[in-house]
């Protein structure tokens, strides 16, 4: 079994490659949900969507999100009625959104809405939430506290952050699953996703960073930041407001105390000896993924890796 925590866009390219040679059915994904937010009285996921729709080939590829070809006439007309229309949803993404809300809203819990989504888009992979509870991220300036989706998109990531805050974390209990598809997997594999946002989220929620630490497994990572920058968002901003180093090696240090091994790009390979200096085993490749060429040899590197390091 290979279980595997995941944000949005980078995750849901290395689950594309992953899906290509490992079988559905042993694959489990943990999903982020901290960049959850209400629009328009609807619950919407993006993190997981990204994921589903990658999964299911409906994905819009040129941005990573929503589905190919939508149309955007409901929002227009949102528009005219003067709502907020600065998050794109495309109509038949909506729809995915109206479903969601209503199952949430006759009782069902967002774990077994994700699993009537995968089920109803032919997903045979265990997709999982990390909670079904509230937990919202949360990004502090000098002047206000907003949602992560108003500073990502309302706002295009230009705030200067002081701190990110894991609203709901106290409570949010993993989801059912969460916890033991960590502990009864071989494989752990860590996507390459923003660390402080879409992992740093999932390890704030309860037990799953101690589940990461008592695990059999071998923990495997694969670093968002190739040569001191992202290949898509702010994680690279986010580590420099907080004071932490924006490198794979500024990663690894946020993964220390659980990870066995970290995959970086060939461009950080002078940082080999100071990651294995934290006692994690560390290899590069090329770890850009382009073409769906690139998503699957990676994730075969990243499955060769896991198993040749746990014969050692
Ligand atoms: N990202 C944007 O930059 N602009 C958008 O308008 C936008 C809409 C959107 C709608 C549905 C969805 O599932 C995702 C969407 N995203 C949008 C992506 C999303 O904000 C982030 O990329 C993730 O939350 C980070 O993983």
Redesign the pocket.
């Known amino acids: 079994m290979i279980t595997t925590l995941a944000?949005?866009?980078g995750a849901a390219k290395l689950l594309d490659g992953l899906s290509s040679i490992v079988p559905p059915e042993k694959l489990t994904i943990i999903v982020n949900t901290g960049?959850d937010c209400e629009f328009h009285g609807l619950h919407?996921s993006?993190?997981i969507?990204?994921i589903i729709y990658t999964l299911a080939g409906l994905v819009d590829e040129e941005k990573g999100?929503?589905i190919k070809n939508d149309t955007f006439n409901c929002l227009e007309m949102l528009k005219v009625y003067g709502h907020e229309t600065?998050?794109?949803?495309g109509d038949r993404?909506l729809a995915t959104h109206i479903h969601r809300t209503m199952m949430l809203r006759s009782g069902y819990r967002l774990s077994e809405v994700t699993k009537d989504i995968c089920t109803r888009l032919g997903l045979k992979q265990r997709i999982i939430p990390m909670t079904d509870d509230y937990f919202a991220t949360k990004i502090r300036t000098d002047n206000e506290t907003m949602h992560f989706?108003e500073y990502?998109?309302r706002r295009s990531s230009v705030d200067v952050i002081r701190e990110i805050v894991y609203d709901g974390s106290e409570n949010a209990k993993p989801a059912p699953g969460v916890i033991e598809s960590i502990m009864e997997a071989e494989i752990v594999i860590v996507c390459p996703s923003n660390p402080l946002v879409?992992i740093g989220t999932i390890l704030a929620v309860k037990g799953v960073r101690q589940a990461l630490r008592e695990t059999k497994a071998k923990k495997i990572a694969v670093s968002p930041i190739i040569g001191g920058t992202v290949v898509k968002?702010p994680a690279d901003k986010m580590m420099r407001y907080l004071g932490i180093e924006v490198s794979a090696l500024g990663v690894a240090k946020l993964y220390a105390d659980f990870l066995d091994v970290f995959v970086m790009d060939e461009v950080d390979a002078s940082l080999v000896h100071d990651v294995e200096k934290l006692g994690i085993k560390a290899v590069t490749t090329n770890t850009l993924m382009k073409t769906k060429d690139d998503r699957v040899r990676l994730a075969k590197f990243v499955l060769d890796t896991a198993l040749t390091y746990r014969k050692a």
């Open positions: 944000g949005g866009v960049d919407v993006p993190d969507d990204i999100w929503g600065w998050f794109k949803l993404d989706q990502l998109v879409s968002g």
